[in-house]
């Protein structure tokens, strides 16, 4: 009998070895995010809370900063998925790119801010100074025209754009005085201030709609792979809820990714952005029209083009109509 289970352990043994069980790989996804901000960090909760691997997902994720860089990263077939700003999609869009599409947003408001040291006091204390955006036609230099066409201003004629490259160049910038003004989104414009610098403009009181942090993708990487994109929805739905229900473990995956340990900075970035960050990802038509309708000025076709035309709602709808939504946020039908 111990020889027959000698025999038979080894047979055991040596079909494993042979036939080795197969186990599926998870499915890559490269994702790219264009700022290290406040409203980009549902990824990172994702991530924390483990739900990428939950939902089978391989996500890697690349910082290109500027919505311009970023959307070529997307047409360059290198990037499935890009978290970033609704103007160089809408650009690239109306130039032509159709495969590019926006399945979602995080957030529909502009929210940067302009800061500066404390004897400037408003706007027009900038005129002929240097202030620095992370690119031209970016989200930071679309807030700085329409924060200075409020105030009376050109700015095309009053004020000289400094390309940084990003929010954190920029930020070293106005620390070493190579600009005289900066403009930041949270938790970065809690850096300046810690140092002494203030607020000329704060850009949350001006609420203007724009497609500032989208979930954008190509048409064609939908039809290829439509169920790893709307795993990567859910993921994202549920790192939502966390982010809006559970404001200490939201800054604990701040604290660690931005690597800010000031709380204050932490909690006032977190405090302005949660605000009118979208809790089930919608993306807001007339967040787009304000693009399309700027982008006309210089380019007619945009005229052409309809908020409907940038926008695939198959997946809010799925969440919706499914039930996920519901039960994820506890919703009674």
């Given at each position: 009998?111990?020889?027959?289970?000698?025999?038979?352990?080894?047979?055991?043994?040596?079909?494993?070895?042979?036939?080795?069980?197969?186990?599926?790989a998870?499915?890559?996804?490269?994702t790219?995010?264009?700022?290290?901000?406040?409203?980009?960090?549902?990824?990172?909760?994702a991530?924390?809370?483990?739900?990428?691997?939950?939902?089978?997902?391989?996500?890697?994720?690349?910082?290109?900063?500027?919505?311009?860089?970023?959307t070529?990263?997307?047409?360059?077939?290198?990037?499935?998925?890009?978290?970033?700003?609704?103007?160089?999609?809408?650009?690239?869009?109306?130039?032509?790119?159709?495969?590019?599409?926006?399945?979602?947003?995080?957030?529909?408001?502009?929210?940067?801010?302009?800061?500066?040291?404390?004897?400037?006091?408003?706007?027009?204390?900038?005129?002929?100074?240097?202030?620095?955006?992370?690119?031209?036609?970016?989200?930071?230099?679309?807030?700085?025209?329409?924060?200075?066409?409020?105030?009376?201003?050109?700015?095309?004629?009053?004020?000289?754009?400094?390309?940084?490259?990003?929010?954190?160049?920029?930020?070293?910038?106005?620390?070493?005085?190579?600009?005289?003004?900066?403009?930041?989104?949270?938790?970065?414009?809690?850096?300046?201030?810690?140092?002494?610098?203030?607020?000329?403009?704060?850009?949350?009181?001006?609420?203007?709609?724009?497609?500032?942090?989208?979930?954008?993708?190509?048409?064609?990487?939908?039809?290829?792979?439509?169920?790893?994109?709307?795993?990567?929805?859910?993921?994202?739905?549920?790192?939502?809820?966390?982010?809006?229900?559970?404001?200490?473990?939201a800054?604990?995956?701040?604290?660690?990714?931005?690597?800010?340990?000031?709380?204050?900075?932490?909690?006032?970035?977190?405090?302005?952005?949660?605000?009118?960050?979208?809790?089930?990802?919608?993306?807001?038509?007339?967040?787009?029209?304000?693009?399309?309708?700027?982008?006309?000025?210089?380019?007619?076709?945009?005229?052409?083009?309809?908020?409907q035309?940038?926008?695939?709602?198959?997946?809010?709808?799925?969440?919706?109509?499914?039930?996920?939504?519901?039960?994820?946020?506890?919703?009674?039908?």
């Open positions: 009998m111990q020889l027959r289970i000698f025999f038979l352990s080894a047979l055991i043994v040596l079909v494993a070895a042979t036939f080795p069980c197969s186990v599926p998870a499915d890559k996804l490269v790219l995010y264009s700022s290290p901000a406040v409203t980009y960090s549902t990824p990172w909760v991530e924390e809370l483990g739900l990428f691997k939950r939902y089978d997902l391989d996500c890697e994720f690349v910082y290109i900063p500027a919505s311009s860089t970023a070529a990263a997307i047409l360059g077939n290198n990037v499935e998925v890009g978290l970033l700003g609704g103007i160089g999609v809408v650009n690239a869009f109306v130039n032509g790119a159709s495969d590019l599409v926006f399945i979602g947003s995080f957030k529909n408001i502009l929210t940067q801010s302009i800061l500066a040291k404390p004897e400037i006091t408003k706007l027009q204390d900038l005129k002929g100074k240097k202030v620095g955006v992370t690119r031209i036609g970016s989200n930071t230099h679309y807030f700085c025209v329409q924060a200075f066409r409020r105030a009376g201003m050109n700015p095309e004629k009053d004020v000289t754009f400094i390309q940084t490259g990003g929010d954190m160049e920029t930020l070293a910038a106005l620390f070493t005085g190579n600009i005289d003004a900066a403009t930041l989104l949270p938790p970065t414009d809690g850096r300046a201030i810690a140092k002494g610098f203030r607020y000329v403009i704060y850009g949350p009181d001006l609420a203007i709609p724009y497609a500032a942090s989208t979930i954008t993708t190509r048409r064609s990487v939908i039809a290829k792979r439509t169920q790893v994109i709307g795993k990567f929805m859910r993921a994202m739905a549920e790192a939502s809820k966390v982010m809006h229900k559970d404001r200490e473990f800054h604990r995956v701040l604290q660690k990714k931005l690597r800010i340990n000031d709380r204050s900075i932490l909690e006032t970035g977190y405090a302005t952005e949660i605000k009118v960050m979208e809790p089930k990802l919608e993306i807001k038509p007339q967040a787009i029209q304000t693009i399309i309708d700027e982008v006309a000025k210089v380019n007619p076709r945009a005229m052409e083009v309809k908020p035309d940038l926008v695939d709602r198959r997946y809010l709808l799925e969440m919706e109509n499914s039930g996920f939504f519901g039960q994820l946020w506890g919703e009674k039908r």
